[in-house]
């Protein structure tokens, strides 16, 4: 399946900002979506994921309360809204297939998208 993640753009701290995620090809419902985020010098690093009903959702605990993943799975979208933004969430971020977390708690992800460009300004 083929991501693509829009919906980014320059907020002020303490705005919002709602990423959306198009998938093509494959059968999205069958997938498990998750979103990462990377800033300047800094390692990809999970944000939350949701499952392929969307009833369950993870969330790193640093976007714990401010962000929300959801999905439309008749769209073929993941959306991320993200709320009460501060400086510190200004990256890249990308949307993934099947997010997997592993036995020391991290995650990672092999089917990437495109990223969207989040910029926060204090």
């Known amino acids: 399946v083929q991501l693509q993640a829009y919906g980014g753009g320059l907020a002020q701290a303490g705005g919002s900002l709602r990423l959306s995620c198009a998938a093509s090809g494959g059968t999205f419902s069958d997938y498990e979506m998750g979103w990462f985020r990377q800033a300047p010098g800094k390692d990809r690093e999970f944000v939350a994921s949701?499952?392929?009903?969307?009833?369950?959702?993870s969330y790193a605990d640093f976007v714990k309360g401010r962000f929300t993943i959801s999905r439309d799975n008749a769209k073929r979208t993941v959306y991320l809204q993200m709320n009460s933004l501060k400086a510190e969430d200004a990256a890249v971020y990308y949307c993934?297939?099947?997010?997997?977390?592993?036995?020391?708690?991290?995650?990672?992800?092999?089917?990437w998208g495109q990223g969207t460009l989040v910029t926060v300004s204090s």
């Open positions: 993934v297939t099947d997010p997997i977390k592993d036995y020391s708690g991290s995650y990672y992800a092999s089917n």
């Open positions: 949701i499952s392929w009903s969307g009833a369950s959702t």
